[in-house]
């Protein structure tokens, strides 16, 4: 009987060796919205956020240990990331989180991670209210100072416009913020905003707003808002006899805005941080990779959850640690990091310095139009 007892003795050790190699992983939270109103846009970006983690764990992983990614879905609900950045502080003990992607959602979970001094890395929220919250908050993606900026430049300058209309979905903090800048950028620039409405995520009918909107003669409507609302308002607008163009930003990036706009959707233009069609060779291949594994075209959300998870796991192997302090130091210091998104630096404020792409919606196609650098 003495060798079953040595078995059930190796057995019970190989168990225990199983469980230390499962507490000596580098665990990361993930939180996105991957069910709910915005739930592609979640899923991309997971899907990004992913295919990093699983390419540093084929290389042998970080600091010689196996990554292990801890995902939640906030199901595009208020309340919910708050809960989950709690878990992932005081449950799972994880040592930096992805996320979130929208800016509403990183204003409610950031405070806590800062509490806990656990840096947090948003991949896609552009309020600039986000890394003020304090310095364990970065993000990767441009701000929505720089990208209101943009798009008034470009009504001004590229469609020579001189009058605008805006329509604000007042229930985003990202929505109001980009109204807010390009607003600021287009009367700046001798243009007049002859028109501002509003509307709330959900709505489905926006006729009251856009003939308003029509009233006042606008050369170009900004139109700072999520696709599911975004494709009935296009829809809507040409209905009632708008033409102008209508300018957006990444939250339009979606093939749901066109499927339900149609033709409405041609002659309209958005800011994006990332395009398919950039012949960058490192977009090319990212590009090629991300379809192989997930039969699509990688979209905004998929490049920037795919940097921000890369941008962590070289400060963890710059910082030779997975110490809080040390792990927020690097990441402070990253600079020109090749992110398929574009060069990334980190500056004094938390944000990321990089260029952004403007894309044209012509016969139900999105296009690479031009890319414009920070000035």
């Given at each position: 009987m003495r060798w079953k007892a040595l078995i059930?003795?190796?057995?019970?050790?190989?168990?225990?060796?199983?469980?230390?190699d499962a507490d000596e992983a580098v665990k990361i939270g993930e939180v996105n919205p991957m069910t709910g109103a915005i739930g592609r846009y979640g899923m991309t970006c997971h899907q990004g956020i992913q295919l990093a983690i699983d390419q540093a764990n084929s290389s042998g992983g970080v600091l010689g240990k196996k990554i292990d990614l801890l995902t939640e879905d906030n199901q595009s609900q208020p309340g919910q990331t708050s809960t989950i950045?709690?878990?992932?502080?005081?449950?799972?003990?994880?040592?930096?989180?992805i996320g979130d992607l929208t800016s509403s959602a990183t204003l409610e979970g950031g405070p806590i991670a800062q509490a806990a001094k656990i840096p947090m890395v948003t991949p896609l929220a552009t309020n600039p209210k986000v890394t003020e919250i304090g310095d364990y908050i970065f993000r990767i993606c441009f701000i929505d100072e720089f990208q209101g900026r943009v798009m008034a430049r470009f009504a001004l300058e590229n469609l020579k416009s001189k009058k605008a209309g805006i329509l604000t979905d007042t229930k985003q903090d990202y929505s109001v913020g980009l109204s807010g800048f390009f607003k600021g950028a287009f009367v700046n620039g001798s243009g007049e905003v002859v028109r501002e409405q509003s509307y709330s995520s959900g709505d489905t009918d926006f006729r009251a707003q856009l003939t308003s909107i029509k009233a006042a003669g606008p050369d170009v409507v900004f139109l700072p808002g999520y696709y599911p609302e975004v494709g009935i308002i296009l829809k809507e607008a040409r209905q009632l006899g708008i033409t102008v163009p209508f300018l957006g930003c990444e939250a339009w990036d979606s093939p749901t805005l066109i499927q339900v706009a149609g033709k409405a959707a041609d002659g309209c233009y958005f800011s994006n941080q990332f395009s398919a069609d950039d012949p960058n060779p490192a977009v090319r291949e990212f590009t090629k990779v991300y379809r192989d594994r997930f039969g699509s075209l990688p979209d905004n959300f998929a490049a920037l959850g795919y940097d921000a998870a890369n941008v962590v796991l070289d400060a963890i192997n710059r910082a030779k640690s997975t110490d809080s302090i040390a792990l927020r130091d690097a990441i402070a210091r990253t600079k020109d990091f090749p992110g398929v998104s574009g060069h990334i630096t980190i500056d004094a404020q938390r944000n990321a310095s990089k260029p952004a792409v403007i894309l044209a919606i012509k016969d139900q196609q999105v296009h690479y139009l031009e890319k414009i650098n920070p000035n």
């Amino acid at each position: 009987m003495r060798w079953k007892a040595l078995i059930c003795c190796a057995l019970l050790l190989a168990g225990f060796a199983a469980d230390a190699d499962a507490d000596e992983a580098v665990k990361i939270g993930e939180v996105n919205p991957m069910t709910g109103a915005i739930g592609r846009y979640g899923m991309t970006c997971h899907q990004g956020i992913q295919l990093a983690i699983d390419q540093a764990n084929s290389s042998g992983g970080v600091l010689g240990k196996k990554i292990d990614l801890l995902t939640e879905d906030n199901q595009s609900q208020p309340g919910q990331t708050s809960t989950i950045v709690r878990k992932f502080v005081a449950q799972d003990k994880v040592i930096a989180i992805i996320g979130d992607l929208t800016s509403s959602a990183t204003l409610e979970g950031g405070p806590i991670a800062q509490a806990a001094k656990i840096p947090m890395v948003t991949p896609l929220a552009t309020n600039p209210k986000v890394t003020e919250i304090g310095d364990y908050i970065f993000r990767i993606c441009f701000i929505d100072e720089f990208q209101g900026r943009v798009m008034a430049r470009f009504a001004l300058e590229n469609l020579k416009s001189k009058k605008a209309g805006i329509l604000t979905d007042t229930k985003q903090d990202y929505s109001v913020g980009l109204s807010g800048f390009f607003k600021g950028a287009f009367v700046n620039g001798s243009g007049e905003v002859v028109r501002e409405q509003s509307y709330s995520s959900g709505d489905t009918d926006f006729r009251a707003q856009l003939t308003s909107i029509k009233a006042a003669g606008p050369d170009v409507v900004f139109l700072p808002g999520y696709y599911p609302e975004v494709g009935i308002i296009l829809k809507e607008a040409r209905q009632l006899g708008i033409t102008v163009p209508f300018l957006g930003c990444e939250a339009w990036d979606s093939p749901t805005l066109i499927q339900v706009a149609g033709k409405a959707a041609d002659g309209c233009y958005f800011s994006n941080q990332f395009s398919a069609d950039d012949p960058n060779p490192a977009v090319r291949e990212f590009t090629k990779v991300y379809r192989d594994r997930f039969g699509s075209l990688p979209d905004n959300f998929a490049a920037l959850g795919y940097d921000a998870a890369n941008v962590v796991l070289d400060a963890i192997n710059r910082a030779k640690s997975t110490d809080s302090i040390a792990l927020r130091d690097a990441i402070a210091r990253t600079k020109d990091f090749p992110g398929v998104s574009g060069h990334i630096t980190i500056d004094a404020q938390r944000n990321a310095s990089k260029p952004a792409v403007i894309l044209a919606i012509k016969d139900q196609q999105v296009h690479y139009l031009e890319k414009i650098n920070p000035n």
